[in-house]
């Protein structure tokens, strides 16, 4: 029972008939035989790492305005390090850790200037808005998917981000899906995992 109570709390309402159809279609819950069939084991995973980027966005957005440093500027800075696939002056772009398409980079402005999500924009955001994009553009014509490519932005928690520097996904080199899947965001930037290959963050599956 303490078992399915677990899954219970993990499924909530979306899996009542999922934990019907497992307790009817397997040993006890109790029993070291018990073993969800794959497809629930993957929509069970999935329920659970939404739950973690929700949590994780809220999180984060308890601090978006506060003006502390974000893992963001010690990229910039190069105090942590990345895969840059392109920088100028005003902005950079470097490969995600854990690429939601073969092709998956951020692009970031170098000057945060209270720009912690496209939400809060401000007329004089203007220039680096258009920057931020034409980047895009750049990003995908040395990435070699300038024949189809797609930019997400995600804003506030409720778009899950986790990262309050306003950044652009640049995701291409597969055929995409509209609408996209359902956002697992298996990334995550707030939780401070790096790697010298880029930077694992929030975007939704495509």
Same mark, same amino acid.
């Given at each position: 029972?303490?078992?399915?109570?677990s899954?219970?709390?993990?499924?909530?309402?979306?899996?009542? =008939?999922?934990?019907?159809? +497992?307790?009817?279609?397997?040993?006890?819950?109790?029993?070291p035989?018990? =073993?969800?069939?794959l497809?629930?084991?993957? #929509?069970l &995973?999935?329920?659970?790492?939404? &739950?973690? %980027?929700?949590?994780? !966005? @809220?999180?984060?957005?308890?601090?978006?305005?506060?003006?502390?440093?974000? +893992?963001?500027?010690?990229? +910039?800075?190069?105090?942590i390090?990345?895969t840059?696939?392109?920088?100028? $002056? !005003?902005?950079?772009?470097? =490969? /995600?850790?854990?690429?939601?398409?073969?092709?998956?980079?951020? #692009?970031?402005?170098?000057? @945060?200037?209270?720009?912690? $999500?496209?939400?809060?924009a %401000?007329? =004089?955001? %203007? $220039?680096?808005?258009?920057?931020?994009?034409?980047?895009?553009? +750049?990003?995908?014509?040395? $990435?070699?998917?300038?024949?189809?490519? @797609? #930019?997400? #932005?995600?804003?506030?928690?409720?778009?899950?981000?986790?990262?309050?520097?306003?950044?652009?996904?640049?995701?291409?080199?597969?055929?995409?899906?509209?609408?996209?899947?359902? !956002?697992?965001?298996?990334?995550?930037l707030?939780r401070? @995992?790096?790697?010298?290959?880029?930077v694992?963050? /929030?975007?939704?599956?495509?």
């Open positions: 029972m303490a078992a399915m109570n899954l219970s709390l993990l499924c909530g309402p979306l899996s009542l =008939r999922a934990l019907h159809f +497992i307790r009817t279609s397997n040993p006890s819950p109790r029993s035989l018990f =073993r969800p069939p497809h629930f084991r993957r #929509v &995973s999935s329920v659970s790492a939404i &739950s973690d %980027e929700e949590a994780a !966005a @809220r999180a984060a957005a308890v601090s978006a305005d506060s003006g502390a440093p974000t +893992i963001f500027d010690k990229i +910039i800075s190069k105090e390090p990345s840059i696939v392109y920088e100028d $002056e !005003a902005v950079l772009a470097f =490969r /995600d850790i854990s690429p939601q398409a073969p092709v998956h980079v951020l #692009v970031i402005p170098k000057l @945060r200037d209270v720009l912690t $999500e496209l939400g809060k %401000e007329k =004089r955001h %203007e $220039e680096i808005l258009g920057r931020l994009l034409y980047a895009a553009k +750049i990003v995908a014509e040395k $990435e070699g998917i300038i024949d189809g490519f @797609r #930019v997400v #932005v995600n804003s506030g928690p409720s778009a899950c981000q986790s990262v309050y520097h306003l950044h652009l996904h640049v995701l291409g080199g597969r055929q995409m899906k509209w609408p996209p899947a359902t !956002a697992t965001a298996t990334t995550g707030g401070g @995992r790096v790697g010298g290959l880029g694992q963050h /929030d975007v939704p599956q495509q």
